[in-house]
């Protein structure tokens, strides 16, 4: 597919992560369309890593 972009976001604190994600989304244009969103945690030792892979497009704007 022509003109997807992926954003991978990612943290160790939930809310940080939580924080980030919704401040990526919110910065989107209204043009851009989310595709998909891959979510996965890690663990290494007692620190859990949280990250989202994001999906998106930039399309051309609705005219009537």
Do not use: C, H
């Not at 924080?19 to 620190?47: H, M, Y």
């Amino acid at each position: 597919m022509q003109g997807v972009q992926f954003k991978l976001i990612s943290a160790t604190d939930p809310d940080i992560f939580q924080e980030r994600l919704n401040r990526f989304v919110e910065s989107l244009p209204l043009e851009a369309l989310l595709i998909d969103v891959k979510f996965s945690t890690s663990q290494s030792g007692s620190q859990t890593t949280y990250a989202a892979l994001v999906q998106y497009k930039s399309v051309e704007e609705w005219k009537e």
